[in-house]
C-alpha cells in the first residue's frame, strides 16, 4: 500500500549512459515533483507536474527530461549521465499545486555514477 | 531566492529531554511550512505542516510554531525517545519546498 513508489531504488552505471527512474504515486494527487538530494544532503527541486504539464522546471540541465504519462506517473529520464549527477533523486506528490497541501515522498533513488 | 537555515546541525540528547530544533529563512512570502523527518537510506516523512495563516500545530509529542514576518519556525519534541532519532527537515514552501540543511537527531537510550 505503498502511497509514493520509485524504481529502482539504487542505480550503479557508467558515465555516457542513459537512464530513467520511474515513479507512481496511488494517492490520487493531481501534482508531481522530483527532488535531487547531493552528497551535501541539500535537496533541490528540479520539476513539477501538475495533471500531467509541467508547472515547475529549475535549472536543470536538458540531459534531464521528465515524462508523466498520466497523473499517477512521473518518470525521470537522464541522457548522457556525468559523475555529477550522482545524487539520491527523490519522487513526491501531492493533492494539488496550490500550495496548501503537504507533500509525500518516495523512498528515493540512489543513482552512482562510476 | 529563499534561503533556509536549521540550527542546531546536530543533536545529541538522553531519552526523555524536550526538544528545540530551529529553522529560519529569508522570504517571507510564503503558502506553508513543513516539517520533515529523514531516516537514513529512506525518503522523508511529513511530520507536521503549518499554514501560512496559523502559528503553530501539533501531533501527539511534536508542536510545530510559525512566526512568518521574522522568518522564524521551532520544532518543539516532548518526552524524546531513541525512535526519534533522524534528520530533521524543514521546507517553507513559495512556488517549490526549499529545504534547509537539517538538523541530525539522535536520542540516545
Known amino acids: 500500500d505503498t502511497a509514493v513508489s520509485q524504481t529502482p531504488k539504487y542505480l550503479v552505471t557508467q558515465m555516457g549512459n542513459d537512464k530513467s527512474i520511474k515513479c507512481e504515486q496511488n494517492?490520487?494527487?493531481?501534482?508531481m515533483y522530483w527532488y535531487k538530494q547531493d552528497s551535501k544532503k541539500f535537496l533541490k527541486i528540479m520539476f513539477s507536474?501538475?495533471?500531467?504539464?509541467?508547472?515547475i522546471n529549475e535549472t536543470v540541465p536538458n540531459r534531464f527530461s521528465p515524462k508523466s504519462p498520466d497523473k499517477a506517473h512521473l518518470n525521470l529520464h537522464i541522457n548522457s549521465l556525468e559523475l555529477g549527477d550522482s545524487a539520491v533523486y527523490f519522487c513526491?506528490?501531492?493533492?494539488?499545486?496550490?500550495?496548501?497541501?503537504?507533500?509525500?515522498f518516495g523512498d528515493g533513488t540512489r543513482l552512482s555514477i562510476l | 531566492k529563499q534561503e533556509v537555515t536549521q540550527i542546531p546541525a546536530a543533536l545529541s540528547v538522553p531519552e526523555g529531554e524536550n526538544l528545540v530544533l530551529n529553522c529560519s529563512f529569508t522570504?517571507?512570502?510564503?503558502?506553508?511550512l513543513q516539517w520533515f523527518r529523514q531516516d537514513p537510506g529512506k525518503g522523508l516523512t511529513s511530520l507536521l505542516l503549518?499554514?501560512?495563516?496559523?502559528r503553530e500545530q501539533t501531533s501527539g509529542r511534536l508542536n510545530a510554531s510559525l512566526d512568518k514576518s521574522s522568518g522564524r519556525s521551532t520544532l518543539y519534541i516532548a518526552a524524546s525517545q531513541p525512535g526519534d532519532s533522524a534528520t530533521y527537515l524543514c521546507?517553507?514552501?513559495?512556488?517549490?519546498?526549499?529545504f534547509g540543511k537539517g538538523t541530525s537527531l539522535l536520542v540516545t537510550p
Open positions: 522570504d517571507s512570502a510564503i503558502y506553508n
Open positions: 503549518i499554514q501560512s495563516s496559523q
Open positions: 521546507a517553507p514552501r513559495g512556488y517549490a519546498l526549499n
Open positions: 513526491a506528490s501531492s493533492q494539488d499545486s496550490t500550495g496548501n497541501q503537504p507533500q509525500h
Open positions: 494517492l490520487g494527487h493531481d501534482t
Open positions: 507536474y501538475n495533471n500531467k504539464e509541467l508547472i
